[in-house]
Structures are given as C-alpha cells and as structure tokens.
C-alpha cells in the first residue's frame, strides 16, 4: 500500500509539473475544407490563421481537411477531442458542418472559435459560453445589403439562395432591413452551378434588382450566366462571391457590383496595412475576407493566451470575450452571444490596373450586433 | 405562369440534356464495349475545362481552348487508359470501382497541385455572348443555343460513328461478343483505347463547354457524374440512343421540375413552406423518375435485357 501511494504522489508531481510546463501552451484543432469544391475559402482561413500565429512557440496547430462533408467533420472533431487532446478548435467554413460540430465540442469542454461559420441557432438558442464566432452572424452581411437596397432605392427585389442553414439566413437577413416588396424568392440546391431556370424566372418576374447569396463556386456561374442573359437588374449580395479569391473567375462580369462586408482591404488602421502586406508576401497573392477573418481568429487566441491559461476555462474564456486585439476590421468587440458587433460596408468590385478588386463606398450599418442577442441565455 | 417562360425552361432543359448527353455517351460506350464501370469519368470533365482554361489564357481564343479540351481530355484518356485501366477488365466490377474512385482522388489532387485550389477563369467568346430573339418574344442565350447545337451535332456523328463505319461495327461487335472479335483478329486492345480515349474526350468537352458558363474548379465532375450515371441506368446500359433520350429527359424533368413545382405547391401550401418544400422535392425528382422507369422496365428504355 506504501509503494503505492508513493507512486501515486511520485506520479501527481509528474502530472503537476507536466501540466506547469504546458501551462501557456495552446493546442489547437483545425478542421476545414481543403480539398474540392469550396476549399480556396479553407486554405484562406488556413492561411490567415498560420499567419497570424507564425512564429509563437506556444501554438501547435493540427490541421485536417473535412471535405466539405459533416459526417467527416464530425469524425475529425471527435478524434482531436478525445486522443490529440486539442484546447481549442476553429477552421470551419460551412454552416452545416459548424451545426454538426459545434455543439458537442463547446459541450465537452473544449472552445470552439469560428473564423466563418455563424448559423442563427449557434447565435440564439443554441448559444454557449465556449463559442465565439469572430467571423459574423451568418444573417449581419445580407442585412447590410438589404439596408443599402433601400438607400439605393430598390423596391421589387428577387432574392435567391441555396437551401441549407446559412441560406435561410441570408433571406431572413435580407429581408429583415429591405423594406421593399419581393418579386420572387427561390431557395437552390447546394452546389448548384447552372442557374438558366432562375435566371428565366427573374427575368419573368418584373424585379426591379436581385439579391443573391451564392458562396464559392456556385456565385461565379450564376454571375456569368446573369451577365450573359442580357437582364439589366442591378445586383447586391454579401461579401462571398464578390471576394479576391473568387473575382478573377467571374472576371468583367463583376464589374461595378456593390456587395458587403466587415472587410475590406482598404479599411484604414495599421492592423490591416500590416496584415495585407504580410499576406502578400507570404502567399503571392492578396487576401480575401475569409483570410481576414483566420488572421483575426489567431490574433483573439493570442490575445487570450497572453492573459490566462487555456486549462483555467473560466479566466481564459472571459480573456476571449474582451477580444482585446488590434483586428483587421478596427473596433471590433463581442456582444452578449460571442458575436461581432462591427461595422459592415459596402463595397464596390473596381479595377485595379487589370486586377479586379473591391473598394469601400460606405459604411452599411454602424457598429452592428446581430437580431439574436435576446434569445440567448447565457 | 406564362407559356414564354415554360418555353424557355423547356429549352434550359433540352441544353441541360445535350450536356448530359456528352457526359453519358462516353461512359455507357465505356461499360458497354469494355464491361468496365468507370466512376472517374468526372475527372476528364474536369480535365477538359482546365486545359481549355489553360489555352485559353494563354492564347485568349474561345476555340482553341474548345480544341484543347478535347484533346489534353484525350490524351489523358489515353495515359491512364494504356497505364492503369488496361488491368481492369478482367478484374470484376468491385475492384473497378475502388480503383476508379482512387483515380478521382489522385486526379483531382493532381490538378490541385498544378493550378492551385481557387477557380480558374474561362469566358465564352464575344460573339456568343448575348441572347439572340428564337420567336416573338422568346429571347435565349446565344451560347445556350450554341451548345444545344454542339449536343446535337456529336450526337448525330456519334450515330455516323457507330452505325456507318469500320470503327462502328467494330465497337458494336465488341458491345455483342468481345472474345469473338479478338478471335477474328480486332486488335481489341487498341480498340478498348480508341474507345476510352473518344469517351474520354467527349466530356472534356462538355467540361470545357459548361466550364465557360460556371466555373472551373477542382472536383467539378462529380456532382455531374451521379447525373450521368442516372441518365445510363434509365436509358439502358450501353446503348447510345438510351443516353440520348435519357439525357433528354433527365434535363427537362430536373429544370422543369424544380422551377414549377414550388408553383404548383403554392396552390394549396403557404409560399415559405412551398418554395421550400418544392426545391426539395425538385431535386430528388429525377431519381423519382429513374425509379419509375425501372420499375417497368428493369434494363432502362433500351436496355439489353
């Protein structure tokens, strides 16, 4: 019973002075999409995120390709809980994967940081005091573009999204601030890239302008096939198909667009001079929102890890949620629910010598939170 | 709902079908002749739109890069055809799949590696740009038109191909008996290749075709593969005409279908719950389909049975 016990002690000050040495350490589980359709928005955050940790000592990264699919995400996410032993996990880009990961990760303990993702019921109901999305709430980019259809006086909007999670958002989001009329709403199939009979219905249906969210590679077909339709309608949608990886494959095609973001590469403060010109020269080539949005992802764990030890949850998580960084985007702090409250602007797809970019017009909303601060109880 | 726009996505349909049509062509010839299920089929889809991206950034001309898809697909056809296919054919229809389903992975990787995992960009030429009045007040796309016209073309000396030439009658032979025409002194091997390799490269491109008007990107081919498969199964494995009326039908039933059915739903159903309802019902409609044509007919339209 002695050896035992002396074991045991021998053993707890084995353990004590391991996790000692561990204590500033951080290790972090990437899950995201980087191979198929849809993986320049995973390399992206990848990329923004590498970025933004490279050269900490105290960060080691496993990072792992989902495919785009929930049932492998979820493997991964178990995987990297129960025998990598990760602190914390990010990376995902689509909503339905976030749905069939987040839960069961923040439930086991773990924090979870979403650099794109933010489904309505990770927003409200299903809110957890270890998720924190520093991305946006999936429905804040579509309101925006529905403030600005009013400003630029659109009354008969067709809108049309995919049919998943993120693409109810965006309607309901559009038409949240859009105080118009709806000339058609349509919800696609996911991965949808021919738009023909769409494109017959709006130009069948009198819309006087067409709001779309079409992520990756399904907003580069229907912007081609809009343009070659021949239908004059002004367009707006968010951000995504509208972004610096995407505009070189929808090409001329883009022109002159307004679409809104949290980001842009031309938001005036150091932060983003310095996260633009690494980037640059890093990769080759200029960021997009979403390596945006990995950059600031690295930069929040930073920030909290200088202030506590990830295995003290309680202090680390209230260190997260001052969100005392210098983000890319400016002011940039979290609402009750772990969500961004940030400005969104408009921005504009311009030419840039022969490259085709963005710049901003103007501020879409100011300092905006998100419709579901309420419905969270936390 | 007017009869102009019903006119219209009866049109969408038909296009949506003559690429299907390219698609399914090469793959039913494929498993008719070689008996060889060929789930990487989507990759020389793939293949031809990037290399018709390819020229076409280098030489800026539309037809050229038309021309490059079908040969770079081709030619690729002929590699993997000649290196690793050639072992299958004995080998039954598992050990097909597993190592066909490993060619997609490896060729999709591959042409990751080489042009990098963000869309490539293809237009199509200034000339088809632009919509072009059909009737009065029907106005369609030029290009839509234009592939509708290409679909229909193939298709036809595809028929040539088959039903009038030695190379037709050997491949018809090959369909009916393979160890009797090895008997008779076909160079069948050379055949299974010139049969790949034409398969091959009519979906390079239909890749390269519908590459122009969506986008180019890695993985592209699959989504377009199930269809094709649907497509072969309705119209009867092997039988080229079967792919034909297949593709057809395939593409009006899945344009019409997911346009009108959210219509028709609203009749009785509030609007949200219809136009959600609808496109879900909308996209497992071909597969409703391929279920009710096999039910009555176990082979497809024009299977062997």
Redesign the interface.
């Known amino acids: 019973m002695k050896k035992f016990t002396t074991t045991l002690a021998a053993l707890m000050i084995l353990g004590s002075t391991s996790s000692f040495a561990d204590g500033h350490k951080v290790k972090v589980g990437m899950i995201t999409t980087?191979?198929?359709?849809g993986?320049?928005l995973g390399?992206d955050v990848r990329d923004g995120f590498m970025l933004a940790i490279k050269g900490n000592k105290n960060i080691s990264v496993i990072t792992k390709d989902d495919q785009r699919k929930p049932d492998i995400a979820v493997q991964l996410a178990d995987k990297m809980i129960q025998s990598d032993k990760v602190d914390v996990l990010t990376g995902i880009i689509w909503s339905n994967l976030a749905m069939a990961v987040v839960p069961a990760t923040v439930n086991q303990g773990k924090f979870y940081l979403s650099p794109n993702a933010g489904p309505s019921k990770l927003a409200g109901k299903g809110c957890h005091k270890n998720y924190f999305n520093v991305a946006w709430q999936n429905d804040n980019l579509h309101e925006a573009a529905g403030g600005y259809a009013n400003s630029a006086g659109f009354k008969n909007s067709f809108i049309l999204a995919p049919?998943y999670p993120a693409g109810k958002d965006a309607l309901t989001g559009y038409k949240r601030y859009f105080k118009g009329s709806l000339a058609g709403?349509?919800?696609?199939?996911l991965?949808q890239?021919?738009y023909?009979?769409?494109i017959?219905?709006i130009?069948?249906s009198g819309a006087d302008s067409v709001f779309f969210f079409l992520p990756g590679?399904m907003g580069?077909?229907f912007m081609?096939?809009f343009s070659?339709?021949?239908i004059n309608l002004p367009v707006v949608g968010p951000a995504f198909s509208f972004d610096q990886?995407?505009l070189?494959?929808?090409?001329d095609a883009a022109l002159g667009v307004k679409n809104t973001s949290q980001w842009s590469k031309d938001i005036d403060n150091d932060a983003n001079k310095k996260f633009v010109k690494d980037f640059q020269s890093e990769y080759g080539r200029l960021p997009s929102l979403y390596a945006s949005q990995g950059y600031d992802t690295g930069k929040l764990l930073i920030s909290a890890m200088s202030k506590a030890k990830v295995k003290d949850k309680d202090k680390f998580r209230d260190a997260l949620r001052k969100a005392d960084f210098s983000s890319t985007r400016g002011k940039f702090s979290f609402d009750k629910n772990h969500h961004p409250i940030q400005d969104i602007y408009v921005r504009e797809v311009i030419k840039e010598g022969k490259i085709l970019t963005n710049k901003i017009v103007s501020v879409g909303l100011k300092d905006h939170s998100n419709a579901y601060v309420s419905e969270c109880k936390m | 709902m007017?009869s102009?726009?019903f006119f219209?996505?009866l049109l969408?349909g038909i296009?949506?079908g003559t690429m299907l049509f390219l698609m399914s062509a090469g793959l039913t010839l494929i498993f008719g002749v070689m008996g060889l299920i060929n789930l990487a089929h989507g990759s020389f889809y793939m293949i031809g739109a990037f290399s018709a991206a390819l020229i076409a950034g280098l030489t800026g001309s539309f037809w050229l890069a038309l021309l490059a898809s079908l040969s770079g697909a081709a030619i690729a056809g002929v590699l993997i055809e000649t290196l690793i296919i050639r072992r299958l054919y004995r080998r039954d229809h598992l050990d097909q799949v597993l190592a066909t389903f490993a060619l997609i992975l490896l060729l999709?990787?591959g042409v990751?590696w080489c042009f990098g995992?963000?869309?490539?960009?293809l237009?199509?030429p200034e000339n088809l740009?632009?919509?072009l009045p059909i009737l009065d007040d029907i106005?369609y796309?030029k290009?839509?038109l234009f592939i509708i016209f290409m679909g229909l073309l193939i298709a036809t000396g595809l028929y040539f191909l088959i039903t009038k030439t030695r190379l037709g009658v050997r491949i018809r032979a090959g369909q009916n008996d393979r160890q009797m025409i090895s008997a008779l002194g076909v160079d069948i091997s050379k055949l299974y290749t010139i049969v790949f390799a034409l398969g091959a490269s009519l979906a390079g491109l239909a890749g390269a075709m519908?590459g122009?008007?969506?986008?180019?990107?890695?993985?592209?081919g699959e989504?377009i593969l199930i269809l094709a498969f649907v497509v072969i199964v309705i119209g009867g494995i092997g039988s080229i005409k079967g792919a034909l009326i297949g593709s057809i039908l395939v593409g009006i039933t899945d344009?019409i279908g997911?346009?009108f059915l959210?219509e028709l739903l609203k009749i009785f159903m509030e609007?949200?719950s219809a136009?959600?309802v609808g496109?879900?019902i909308g996209?497992m409609l071909i597969y409703i389909l391929m279920a009710l044509i096999l039910i009555i007919k176990p082979s497809g339209l024009f299977g062997k049975t």
Do not use: W
């Open positions: 980087l191979s198929g359709g993986s320049g390399i049919n709403e349509i919800y696609t199939k991965g890239k021919d023909a009979a769409e017959a219905q130009r069948a590679g580069i077909g081609k096939q070659q339709s021949g990886g995407i070189k494959a929808v090409g | 007017s102009i726009l219209e996505q969408n296009q949506f999709s990787e990751r995992a963000f869309p490539l960009y237009d199509i740009n632009g919509t106005i796309s290009y839509r519908i122009a008007i969506q986008s180019v990107e890695v993985g592209m989504p344009t997911r346009i959210p609007p949200a136009t959600s496109s879900s996209s």
